[in-house]
């Protein structure tokens, strides 16, 4: 039972609700002994902490007998008031072994310090994730002798669990950000006339040489922009800071493995209080497949217009071979049909991919490709040889490919090797882990030589190789015919 004393009553009065629990509890039953006798050192601790708005506990002893302040008290949730008094141990025992050690070590003169130490507590009738930045010191009496711990308890689990949802936040808007193509965001600040790229953007594109935290001139940015394009995105920075409009400009950045890119960039110039331009944020978004896309597109809509004037003329030059081997009208007639309904299947090759039908593009091996672009333009069967492993063609390698060997084909029969009853043509081609490489090698028995005019057949078959393939390709033009050699990525051709 415990007795009012002076100490108590005020204990009672000026220390509110934790005060009083104080002052009432049955001390005599703890190793500390009634509230009366406590030493001097002890009870100034106690009113100190009473005061504080923050979490404190005052653990007495070598087992740690608990005296803590109303802070403290929302901390420990469910299990107050019942561990007051009780030795800290045992009050928290899945925390038993931290506490133990951590007791010890103060009570021998070391004070302990933690950030946002992870805990897995029982406060609430469940099992709690939760974190904690600790302060540990010792106290000591007037005799000089080390007769407990004041800790400084804060929950950090609101702030861990903000951060970490923060993180996963920006993982998300990354991902979405990646998935949208967005390379990042920029702020001109035009009168200082420096440009703060974001981290991503800085890293994606190295603009300029300075930390992008300090900001750069606006010009090492320009820098990156390819020549062609720097003076349409100067114009427009200049008309959307003059009409006041949103600005937005398609342009080429160049990389920092040295490659050039296709973006976007949107943005909207502020003004300062008198109208002036202050500030230009914006964000850029990467559209290089999307202007390949394009591009592939309006390259295969030029064939057709290309094939609608060479039409004519491979249809002529069928008719001539086909009147030349055959012996009636009919038999001219029946080989011709054949002949311009095998050119129709080769056009057909490129039609899906015209016109977005890529659900509906086809997918065939390469021999069987070659089979239907050469098979309209062959004069007998033993003209033309095809050797080399199987090798299956993705429809967009297909597509490609179509173009290429119809234009070596084109010119093979208006030119080369298939346009005389001699000329014999030869197509062969290795595979290896890495890359395929095709010879296409013409022989006549008149004499060839290269081509003063590079029209736009030539053209077609350079963008198509590099750009669509990613290969190489070269001419030989010496000896008694034409030699094409045709290097591309072996993945490539997957596509």
């Not at 010009?219 to 349409?232: F, G, N, S, T, V």
């Not at 964000?283 to 609608?308: F, G, M, P, Y």
């Amino acid at each position: 039972m415990t007795h009012s004393s002076p100490w108590t009553e005020r204990l009672s009065t000026r220390g509110g609700e934790i005060g009083r629990l104080i002052a009432t509890h049955d001390w005599s039953s703890t190793p500390l002994g009634p509230i009366e006798d406590w030493s001097t050192t002890v009870k100034t601790v106690v009113k100190l902490i009473l005061v504080s708005p923050i979490p404190q506990t005052l653990m007495l002893g070598p087992t740690g007998v608990m005296i803590y302040n109303e802070g403290y008290a929302q901390i420990a949730g469910s299990r107050h008031p019942q561990i007051i008094g009780q030795s800290v141990v045992e009050a928290w025992p899945e925390a038993a072994e931290f506490n133990g050690s951590m007791l010890e070590t103060v009570l021998g003169g070391t004070t302990l310090t933690f950030t946002e130490r992870p805990f897995v507590l029982y406060r609430n009738g469940g099992p709690e994730d939760v974190w904690f930045d600790l302060a540990y010191s010792p106290v000591v009496d007037e005799e000089g002798e080390r007769i407990g711990v004041l800790g400084v308890v804060t929950e950090a689990t609101e702030r861990v669990r903000a951060r970490e949802e923060l993180a996963r936040s920006r993982e998300r808007l990354a991902f979405a950000l990646n998935s949208a193509g967005m390379i990042g965001t920029w702020d001109w600040h035009i009168g200082s006339n420096l440009f703060f790229p974001d981290a991503r953007l800085a890293q994606l594109f190295g603009t300029g040489s300075g930390p992008h935290t300090e900001g750069m001139p606006v010009e090492h940015y320009l820098e990156a922009i390819h020549p062609e394009d720097l003076p349409r995105v100067r114009d427009a920075f200049r008309e959307a800071m003059n009409t006041k409009e949103k600005y937005t400009s398609e342009y080429r950045l160049k990389s920092r493995d040295g490659g050039w890119r296709w973006v976007i960039a949107r943005g909207e110039c502020l003004y300062d209080h008198e109208g002036r331009p202050a500030r230009f944020p914006g964000a850029i978004v990467d559209i290089t497949e999307l202007k390949e896309s394009e591009e592939a597109r309006s390259i295969l809509l030029r064939e057709l217009n290309h094939r609608v004037k060479n039409i004519f003329a491979v249809v002529s030059g069928l008719i001539s071979m086909t009147a030349r081997a055959s012996a009636t009208p009919r038999d001219m007639a029946e080989a011709l049909r054949g002949r311009l309904s095998a050119l129709a299947a080769a056009h057909d090759l490129i039609r899906s991919a015209v016109f977005g039908e890529t659900d509906k593009a086809e997918t065939t091996h390469l021999s069987d490709l070659l089979t239907r672009i050469l098979a309209p333009h062959l004069g007998r069967p033993d003209q033309v040889t095809l050797s080399g492993p199987q090798i299956t063609l993705g429809s967009s390698a297909a597509t490609s490919l179509a173009l290429v060997f119809h234009e070596l084909a084109t010119n093979a029969a208006k030119y080369g090797a298939l346009a005389e009853e001699g000329g014999q043509l030869a197509v062969e081609w290795t595979a290896s882990a890495s890359d395929v490489t095709l010879s296409w090698s013409e022989t006549r028995t008149a004499t060839t030589s290269e081509p003063t005019h590079r029209g736009f057949g030539s053209q077609l078959i350079e963008m198509s190789v590099q750009r669509q393939l990613k290969g190489a390709m070269t001419y030989d033009w010496s000896g008694a015919g034409l030699r094409v050699s045709l290097t591309a990525p072996a993945q490539q051709l997957t596509r």
